[in-house]
């Protein structure tokens, strides 16, 4: 694979790329691209995909009394997407650039559309974890696939400073409207129905998108990287299964037996990519301090920012208490926020680069939880508003910063593979974090009490993010 960094890298970040790029083969295509559908229909299908992964963020009490899920259960219901999302988001992105982004990403739409009505049906908790990491699945091809068609329908430039951060608002845009809707639907009788309205909209997509999009794939094509692939799919499941678990007890037989499994297969992995003539993953990028600074800020905001915010609106429904739908208006100011700061940060650039975006994100969501954390044990609620603006702003800049990261520190023609890269980091960290929320905020005696400590982790969490964003400047050697 290539191993030169693309030349936009250097002018954005105002950041050492290494050595002297070298030459790179461009995308080939079916056609001329037609931008602005594609950055229409890739952001409306990212919407979409978020908008499904944050549904149960409110409807969580709702469908663990309807499924009888236990608390020490719960997590699952929350880490099904996390775990389809971290196992197959770099596989997706591999795939996309040797294969083609268009039909992977038509591929990932129909998928959501029909795993998410499936959702609707569950039974018990087995079979909507099932249907939920089958969403995750998905959802990888959707997010991989679509910041590489952008990426190749827009050249490096002001074009792709703004479409980059105009498809991370609406990132921001899904997480608002998600539990919005979900709540606005859901009784403790009819959680199913924000389920069955998310997969007639990933369908709807799907439908547009045939039309609209221009088929593109790396020059290069190669083997499919199979054994790559599977030893990396399966590390993943099982380090996201170890950190689901391990929020019972880390010293537990099953828990040690997935870490050890997940380290073997890791170890596996990179002995395939040094062997393969065709990576899925090119390990030399782990030497560039961009493309690190675009897996670790994807890592923190996953282990800091999206793990609280998953299980907050739970926690404010039991410890204030208010409504599924109370709780859903509340996150949509943090949300909403982020989506109004994502669209805005584009300006910032070539003043302020992405790797100081990600810490000024991080130390904003810091200092915003610490004001909330009286609020969370007494009320009133109001007093909740400033933290969740703060934070939101915070949120804005980890989103826009993170897409243009992704594929500026990778070749231009794997940028499918940055995106999915980055996104894995980003989920499993979501995962992690979720299962630290939950131990944290559940292991004392007052709920109230664990809430406040999961506030201050997820401060700590997003001081240690920024600190090592900024400490890996000149890290490319």
Known sequence: MPQRLERT????TSEPTGPAPRPTEPSVAAGPPRPAATLAVTSAATAVALMTYTAPMVTLPATAASLHTPLSAQAWL???TPLGLAALLLVAGSLADDYGRRRI??????ALGLTTALGALATSTWLFTLARVAQGAASAAILAASLGLLAHAFPAGPGRIRATGIWGAFVSGGIAVGP???GGLTTQANWRWSYVALGAAALMVAAFAPSTLTESRAARRGRPDLAGALTLGLALVALVAALTLGRDGWLRTPVAALLVTAALLIAAFVAVEHRSAAPMLDLTLLRQAPFLASSAGGFFTGFAVISLFSYLPTLLQQTLPMSAMATALLLTIWSGTSFLVALQARRLAGKVSPRHQL???FALHAAAVLTMLATVDAGPWPLLLPGLVISGAGSGFLNA???????TSV????AAMGSGANNTARYIGSAAGVALMIAVSTSGG???????????????????GAGVVLALRGRDR
Do not use: H, M
């Not at 201050?456 to 240690?464: C, D, R």
């Open 9 to 12: 890298a250097v002018s954005i």
């Open 78 to 80: 929350l880490n099904g």
């Open 105 to 110: 990403f038509l591929a990932g739409t129909l």
């Open 180 to 182: 919005v809707l979900a």
């Open 359 to 361: 810490a000024l994100g």
């Open 401 to 407: 910063a993170l897409p243009l990261l992704a594929v």
């Open 411 to 414: 070749p231009a023609d794997r």
């Open 446 to 464: 007052s709920l109230a009490r664990g809430t406040q400590v999961a506030l201050v982790v997820s401060a700590g969490l997003g001081v240690a």
